[in-house]
């Protein structure tokens, strides 16, 4: 019988596609006889997210997304994942207090990248996370490389993200600047994309770019799938 998964939300986009992908991929995983594992969805208000990362409080983050790991344990998930990169920040401290074990969305992507032969990923995400050392430090225990954006671009994808993309709002100048990244860092020798935000694909297709794109969401969605059903 299959694991009940357990999504601890935080941005609705994110948590929406974990939800979708869980959904649509179960049935060419596991064969459309086969019952699809139980999915439980839990999130607290974005707004209290975004508050506590603005006033750099990941003690707070972590208490949000305990709460939501406890709902999702008594109601019977067997392991959590969290479809949001940024709030990974405070992962490790969840981790020693979370009465469910949790995928760590990182992890899933070197993982992915390391399977498909990819040499040099452009990370590209929050500063917040961009510039700390969650997909850095599993890149390299993957054994793959990876390229940052400058600081300039790391400040305006910043902005698009928090002033519209969490809000689902798609502007064709946000678009643009994106596709500039990535055609900048493709001369730098990337060969492929991390999306390390929820919301990117919301920007970022897969016929828009000269690179390959690595949906973290859709990963981490897989990845909790095959979890479930091994």
């Not at 994110?14 to 959904?23: D, L």
């Not at 009465?99 to 590209?124: F, M, N, T, W």
Request: proline residues 6%; charged residues 25%; glycine residues 6%.
């Amino acid at each position: 019988m299959a694991r009940h998964i357990g999504i601890v939300g935080c941005s609705a986009p994110g948590a929406a596609v974990c939800y979708e992908t869980i959904c649509t991929e179960s049935a060419s995983m596991l064969g459309k006889d086969q019952p699809s594992p139980e999915i439980s969805l839990h999130t607290n208000p974005f707004s209290e997210y975004l508050r506590c990362i603005e006033n750099d409080d990941w003690e707070a983050v972590v208490e949000l997304m305990l709460s939501s790991a406890e709902k999702l344990a008594s109601i019977g998930a067997e392991f959590i994942v969290a479809p949001c990169n940024t709030i990974h920040l405070a992962f490790e401290l969840t981790m020693l207090r979370s009465p469910l074990p949790l995928l760590h969305i990182a992890d899933e992507v070197a993982r992915e990248a390391k399977q498909l032969g990819y040499k040099r990923i452009a990370l590209l995400g929050t500063r917040l996370l961009i510039e700390s050392s969650v997909y850095p430090a599993r890149f390299v225990r993957a054994g793959v490389d990876y390229g940052l954006p400058t600081m300039g671009e790391r400040q305006r994808i910043d902005r698009f993200i928090f002033e519209e993309l969490v809000y689902k709002r798609i502007t064709p100048e946000a678009r643009l600047f994106m596709l500039e990244v990535v055609e900048r860092m493709r001369e730098e020798g990337c060969d492929a994309v991390g999306m390390c935000c929820t919301e990117l694909p919301l920007l970022l297709h897969p016929t828009d770019t000269s690179l390959p794109l690595l949906d973290s969401t859709k990963i981490l969605a897989k990845a909790a799938l095959k979890r479930a059903i091994q």
